[in-house]
């Protein structure tokens, strides 16, 4: 039994096939799928999506590429759809300066908002990070002081100073396809070090296909594919792996049902 802790099959590369993607991921024995909404405006339709298929589940959030959508982004914008029973998750939220530092002010305040939102409600943050380590470590760790909260990193490839930090915050590290990708080896060494009890695996999909489907459009059938090569990281059985990353996913979005 697998989870896909992170895709994105609302986006429009899925209008075409989103009910077969579920059937794919369901032969692959993808009990769970966390389908999260990266604008504010798309959660009310991904809501009803939900609605419709069991052990599925999305969040409430905006993209830190989105920043400057909103001119005015309010803390009360993500409470009111944490309402929902099956909005588990604030987020996606954070800093990616690789494409996007020129609107890194609205970034910060944006982000902000999304951590107030998890102080407030107890769910766990939903952290994206690009080429920002430093703002997201100082961001995370000041406000942490403040009033503390949960969340994860997810698909995580920044350094290893960003993870020891996440890690004594209480976060979990979640592994994406990156970690099959050939050159990938620093990020290997990484995980290998991420302690059991705070691991994730994910798609992001439609991105970062893992190997061998790199290069295609990713979908959550192919979490098995990364999980796989997290096995041969961390030294277990493919089976282990998927029990261990399920376990902590369920330990982590504790609003999802666990219906056996």
Same mark, same amino acid.
């Given at each position: 039994?697998?989870?896909?802790?992170?895709?994105?099959?609302?986006?429009?590369?899925?209008?075409?096939?989103?009910?077969?993607?579920?059937?794919?991921?369901?032969?692959?024995?993808?009990? &769970?799928?966390?389908?999260?909404?990266?604008?504010?405006?798309?959660?009310?339709?991904?809501?009803?999506?939900?609605?419709?298929?069991?052990?599925?589940?999305?969040?409430?959030?905006?993209?830190?590429?989105?920043?400057?959508? &909103?001119?005015?982004?309010?803390?009360?914008?993500?409470?009111?759809?944490?309402?929902?029973?099956?909005?588990?998750?604030?987020?996606?939220?954070?800093?990616?300066? &690789? +494409?996007?530092?020129?609107?890194?002010?609205?970034?910060?305040?944006?982000?902000?908002?999304?951590?107030?939102?998890?102080?407030?409600?107890?769910?766990?943050?939903?952290?994206?990070?690009?080429?920002?380590?430093?703002?997201?470590?100082?961001?995370?760790?000041?406000? +942490?002081?403040?009033?503390?909260?949960?969340?994860?990193?997810?698909?995580?490839?920044?350094?290893?100073?960003?993870?020891?930090?996440?890690?004594?915050?209480?976060?979990?590290?979640?592994?994406?396809?990156?970690?099959?990708?050939?050159?990938?080896?620093?990020?290997?060494?990484?995980?290998?070090?991420?302690?059991?009890?705070?691991?994730?695996?994910?798609?992001?999909?439609?991105?970062?296909?893992?190997?061998?489907?790199?290069?295609?459009?990713?979908?959550?059938?192919?979490?098995?594919?990364?999980?796989?090569?997290?096995?041969?990281?961390?030294?277990?059985?493919?089976?282990?792996?998927?029990?261990?990353?399920?376990?902590?996913?369920?330990?982590?979005?504790?609003?999802?049902?666990?219906?056996?």
């Amino acid at each position: 039994m697998f989870t896909d802790s992170h895709c994105h099959i609302n986006s429009e590369d899925f209008a075409g096939d989103r009910e077969e993607t579920v059937l794919r991921a369901r032969e692959m024995k993808v009990k &769970y799928i966390l389908d999260v909404s990266d604008d504010v405006a798309k959660t009310p339709e991904i809501i009803e999506f939900c609605r419709k298929h069991r052990n599925i589940y999305t969040t409430a959030g905006l993209h830190p590429e989105l920043a400057d959508k &909103y001119d005015d982004f309010k803390v009360e914008m993500i409470l009111e759809q944490l309402q929902s029973p099956y909005v588990v998750g604030v987020g996606e939220c954070g800093l990616d300066f &690789y +494409y996007n530092a020129d609107i890194k002010a609205q970034q910060l305040k944006v982000f902000q908002s999304h951590i107030e939102a998890a102080q407030q409600s107890g769910l766990p943050l939903i952290v994206h990070s690009r080429d920002a380590d430093d703002e997201m470590i100082k961001m995370l760790t000041e406000n +942490y002081k403040k009033q503390p909260f949960r969340g994860e990193l997810h698909c995580f490839s920044s350094s290893e100073r960003l993870c020891r930090t996440a890690l004594d915050l209480g976060f979990y590290i979640s592994a994406s396809g990156i970690i099959t990708f050939k050159k990938s080896e620093e990020l290997r060494r990484i995980f290998a070090v991420v302690p059991d009890e705070r691991l994730l695996v994910e798609t992001d999909a439609p991105f970062l296909a893992p190997t061998p489907h790199r290069g295609k459009r990713n979908e959550p059938a192919y979490v098995v594919n990364t999980a796989q090569v997290l096995a041969e990281i961390k030294n277990k059985s493919i089976e282990e792996i998927a029990v261990i990353t399920t376990d902590n996913f369920l330990t982590l979005f504790d609003k999802v049902k666990n219906d056996g």
